[in-house]
């Protein structure tokens, strides 16, 4: 994939309808096949920043541009959505068939591909997570795990070229939390990820984009970001003890 922004936010500004500011002249880029961590404590804006990305909010002010095309431009976020997708931290909000191959092949099927590649795509993406054999079973009878494998499968069963993901490891046991650590190092998507988890972060992303308040305040390689304790702090984030480690630093290296 060639080197170019898959999205952009250009002094953004978003409120809610009660008043309370998602978002305050917000800038970021993100370019192509970079895996960028959102880190930023609860209320900094990270979720509001993935649904304005997708097109499911509309900026009070400023542009977002994916691939290159505003998305205020008539039909440009059905354009934008058919080279992206969205994993909701609550995957209730996403599956809703009656079995879970259902879930994942619905949107190949509402995309104009054959039946059979609709099949192959959906078969491929439940591989993918891990949930082979599932297709039959009731997605409102599988563990929140689970449920929430499904709802990645039903993003990549539409081999999206930019994928955004909101708390990704949420409600996993360490087993699907490791194995969804391992499928998001291998991807070759552009992926955006609102995150706490700092290991996620420092793993698997390129760069990290710390936020608050509605704002990116800075952006950089994630050693960079992560082992800054005084700049975590100061944005109400703590760093967990294990992660110098884990970053192969001292523990009090600043």
Known sequence: MDRMTALSFGSVSYHYPD?????????????????????????????????????????????????????????????ARQRMGI????????????????????????????????????????????????????????????????????VLAMQPDLILFDEPTTGLDPRGRIELLDLLEESEQTLLIATHDFELALRVCTRVALMDKGRVVATGPPKEILMDRARLE???????????YLAGVEPNTP
């Not at 563990?143 to 499968?153: C, D, P, T, W």
């Not at 100061?234 to 110098?244: E, F, K, R």
């Open 19 to 79: 008043g309370t500011r998602g978002l305050g002249n917000c800038d970021l880029c993100v370019q192509t096949a970079e895996r960028l961590a959102l880190l930023g404590p609860n209320g900094a804006g990270k979720t509001t920043l993935l649904l304005l990305a997708d097109g499911l909010l509309e900026p009070d002010e400023g542009s977002i541009e994916a691939f290159g095309v505003p998305l205020g431009e008539d039909g440009a976020v059905l354009r």
């Open 87 to 154: 994993v909701f931290q609550n995957a209730d909000d996403q599956v809703f068939c009656p079995t879970v191959f259902e879930d994942v092949i619905f949107g190949p099927l509402n995309h104009d591909l054959s039946p059979e590649e609709a099949h192959e795509r959906a078969h491929e993406a439940l591989k993918q997570v891990g949930l082979e054999g599932y297709e039959n079973r009731v997605p409102q009878h599988l563990s929140g795990g689970e449920k929430r494998k499904v709802a990645l499968a039903t």
């Open 234 to 244: 100061t944005h109400g984030l703590v760093q967990p003890p294990w992660l110098p």
